[in-house]
């Protein structure tokens, strides 16, 4: 999956991917109980093809709707503060311009952007950047992206993998695959298999991994090394998986099945706080993941984890009852700080951390709009009539900089534009075309 630039998070991932490259022990394999399947809701979007919008149940008017969305794009990619840079007259990258960098999160993220609002050219523009600077083309690390580059001195900040990145890049090829065909110029589902057969011939060799364990059924916070055997929550995106069982056809349908329940089951316990907080790193169990750069708690990377939810609900709707406690615990806490006035970090019983992470190199806690976005998202999972409070606050808010002068396009940019997206009805599993 952070928070305005913030995602620094990340920043102090470089150091630790490049330990994580030299690192060829597999560490212990934590325990998962298998999760039962579970059976698809007759209602769900997959199979009805109908995706809820919040914001014309919120009153306000279609017209209204869709300037707003066209705005939100125009500012993150096409305006004065716009993260999106094109190169030359075929390639672009996405940039967290406060960290100064272009990640695999960013650029698979405009990619999800570009498939779901039917911008080709900007989705072909950024897959052959991140395929001619990124993509591992031999090594270990084949066919897996470098997940940080610097546009300035064309190099890699780091050599080793983000599991979301891959995450969000199979995903987006296989939409483009659904979208647009693939004999527009990119073969994009060779492209989506490409990098889901490399992860499979992934033995441990060089400590190069799948990208999801395949004795947890859980996403690695890392393919590599010790990282293997640990996960980030919100790279836990169980309608992605049910899209590969979909739409990959590599014959490992049934696993990517069984891992989508296993990461509802999962966050079942990632998420067992009565405020609905969880942590950012965890361990395969749900427990804390202490790190060198952070003491646990909820931040930026979990900001991710209530609009990862509601897309699985909209979606697939095969967990509804506890996404649906889980949402009123969620926003009831933070409806309890302030729908207007919550921070940004927390420990997970609420308490305000005595660690602060900053963001890029700003320390501070603050209203942040990407977790105002992703916070409103959540009212997908309310039973009929939902309560609206936090829809509203996000139509209200504003891609700004705030009254001190600090400013993410980047992180709050994408997450505001997908959460909009996602309220809108504009975010959905994309089914092959007749081409």
Known sequence: MNNRSAFVRRSKRAGLLAVGLLCLGLGPCFGQRRAA???PAPK???????????????GYGQADIDRKVAQA??????????VYFAVGDSL?????VKNEDARTEGLSYGMMVAVQLNKK???DRLWRWSKRYLQHQSGPLEGYFAWSFNPATMKRNAEGPASDGELYFVTSLLFAANRWGNATGINYYQEARRILDASWKKNGTGGVYNLLNTKAKQISFVPVGDMYNWTDPSYHVPAFLEVWAEYARDGHEPFYRACADTARAFLHRACAAPTGLNYDYTEFSGQPRATKWAPPAF?????????NLAMDYVWFGKDRRWQQQYAQRFQGFLRSKGVNTFEDQF???????DFILPAG??????HSLGLVATSATATLMQPTPPQLDFVHALWNAKLTPYDDGYFDPYYDGLLYLFSLMHLSGKYQVIKPQTH
């Open 347 to 353: 420990n997970v019983d609420g308490s305000r951390p």
């Open 92 to 96: 672009a990258y996405v940039s967290d």
């Open 299 to 307: 931040r930026y990377d979990s900001w991710r984890v209530p609009m």
């Open 121 to 123: 050219e900007v989705f």
């Open 44 to 58: 769900a979007a997959f199979y009805t093809n109908a995706y809820p919008n919040l914001l014309r149940e919120a």
């Open 361 to 366: 190199k700003v320390k501070k806690l603050r």
């Open 73 to 82: 794009y125009h500012d993150v990619f096409e305006g004065p503060n716009k």
């Open 37 to 39: 399947p579970q059976k």
